[in-house]
């Protein structure tokens, strides 16, 4: 909510584009940062895919490792599994919810590790605090409490969780309406936290015992890295300026001093600001070197440049302006589309007949997802992280298929990869088959999106039913979870042909 107190706040250069009126700062990148300008991503929004209708106040997502997404329902605390061409099926009800205002069943995260360990985490508001429990979707109603004594209310209870590439769960929790807790660093209100699975403080936190990993904040709503490991964070204003900030440990962001740029040498100043009535910005996603930032009072969608280095490289651009309303959550999925949230039904919207929805969009020139009777398997990775080495592709070759391999996480004796074959011709390909060899040894134990042969180190997969009709610069993704000792390395040989 936002009250109808003024701030006096720091001025802000603001940037007219297209009559819309935000601010980018002139950052500079902090101490140790040297990446250069990552790859972009680019996405259809022109073609969207409706995966799920009906939603009441969809809020938290993540996915599992069979590539469906789990969706969290605000006010009925139920967590619904989406899959696209099927109807969504609820799996869980969070006992212990007590919605109202903004408070009810918020973020959902997997565990990186849910391959052997099985747990989802939540966060919700209960009639006594905010609070993340970790549960298992075979047993949902033994849910563990990981953090509790979060203050709560009917606003300003933050509420995104998320794996960050270093494997601990980092959590936005929102002030609660009492602006001091913000600069209380007792107060775990206010602050972006980070800790490990278990709720334990990690001993590198800013402040040894604490889980407060940066402060100053007022209501944080998404949380994205980038390939380098980069947090940025969306957050809420009061009345003015509504901001995205680049996340620092220790970092202070001025919360209830500042609001917007400060130019204040005490605290952060944001990356990105704008008007309230243009974003209101929620949930956050990352792909190559674009921010995705959904935008509930704003009802669109903004794409921010980054520059590599903790910075923006240009103007924000807005996307589905107007076309589906209250934007509430984005996620990029592991096969790299762009899974965006309606929040027509939060009390704030106009919902219309099918809301609230869940829309899929797919990157440019990407072979659109089949229907329900032609529907892809069901074994994917877990929720997509920042990769941790360089991708590897084949040679090119004229009219043929290149593959690009991208190792999308790595834990100890574990890995996730993925791989984008492309066809470079300008002729339809009908079907397509990729090969390799494992360097180390390294053993795949599950595939999605592809038919998997493998002999020793060699690997072999080709195209399912769904996926094999690839036209001029079209595209498909196929993914893996593996095992590894020693070294991983990725492959060096990959080829593509196509019959």
Not at 106 to 125: E, H, I, K, M, N
Not at 256 to 276: L, S
Not at 466 to 494: I, K, M, V
Request: overall charge neutral; charged content about 15%; proline content about 8%.
């Amino acid at each position: 909510m936002r009250s109808s107190r003024l701030l006096v706040t720091g001025a802000a250069l603001a940037v007219v584009l297209g009559g819309a009126g935000f601010a980018v700062a002139d950052t500079t990148s902090a101490p140790g940062d040297g990446a250069g300008v990552l790859a972009a991503g680019d996405f259809d929004f022109s073609r969207p895919e409706t995966v799920a209708t009906n939603l009441q106040a969809p809020w938290g997502m993540a996915f599992l490792p069979d590539g469906s997404a789990l969706v969290a329902e605000r006010d009925t605390a139920r967590v619904v599994q989406i899959r696209p061409g099927q109807s969504p099926q609820q799996v869980a009800t969070i006992s212990g919810v007590s919605p109202g205002g903004e408070a009810g069943l918020l973020g959902l995260a997997v565990s990186p590790t849910y391959a052997s360990d099985r747990y989802v985490y939540a966060y919700f508001t209960s009639s006594s605090d905010n609070r993340i429990v970790r549960f298992r979707l075979d047993a949902p109603q033994t849910q563990t409490p990981i953090l509790t004594g979060l203050a709560r209310a009917n606003f300003h209870d933050g509420g995104r969780i998320a794996f960050g590439p270093d494997g601990m769960l980092y959590a936005g929790v929102g002030d609660a309406g009492q602006t001091a807790n913000s600069q209380n660093p007792s107060s775990r209100n206010g602050k972006i936290l980070r800790m490990r699975p278990d709720g334990s403080a990690p001993p590198d936190n800013p402040t040894a015992g604490s889980l407060v990993y940066s402060l100053g904040h007022r209501n944080v709503q998404g949380l994205a890295w980038d390939a380098q490991g980069r947090l940025y964070a969306s957050e809420f204003g009061q009345n003015t300026w509504d901001e995205v900030n680049y996340i620092v440990p220790g970092g202070n962001y001025g919360w209830p001093t500042v609001e917007g740029q400060g130019n204040d040498p005490r605290f952060r100043n944001p990356i990105v600001t704008w008007t309230t009535a243009e974003a209101s910005p929620s949930g956050a996603t990352i792909d190559g070197n674009m921010l995705f930032v959904a935008a509930l009072r704003g009802t669109r969608l903004w794409q921010v440049p980054l520059n590599g280095s903790g910075g923006v490289s240009g103007s924000p651009i807005a996307r589905l302006t107007g076309q589906y309303g209250r934007l509430r959550t984005v996620e990029r999925a592991p096969d790299g589309a762009l899974w965006v949230a309606t929040s027509n039904r939060d009390g704030r919207g106009s919902p219309a007949a099918t809301d609230d929805r869940i829309l899929r969009f797919l990157p440019v020139g990407a072979t659109p997802t089949p229907t329900a009777t032609t529907r892809p398997p069901t074994s994917s990775p877990t929720p997509s992280l920042p990769p941790t080495v360089p991708p590897t592709s084949t040679p090119p070759s004229s009219g043929a298929c290149t593959a690009t391999y991208r190792q999308v996480n790595q834990w100890q004796g574990g890995f996730q990869g993925e791989v984008t074959v492309r066809n470079n011709g300008t002729s339809t390909l009908n079907g397509w088959t990729v090969r390799w060899t494992f360097a180390n040894g390294q053993t795949i134990s599950q595939l999605w999106n592809g038919t998997l042969t493998a002999s020793g180190s060699s690997v072999t997969v080709r195209n399912v039913g769904w996926n094999g009709t690839l036209g001029a610069n079209g595209s498909a993704t196929f993914g893996f979870q593996g095992s590894w000792t020693g070294t991983n390395t990725p492959p060096s040989d990959l080829a593509c042909t196509s019959p």
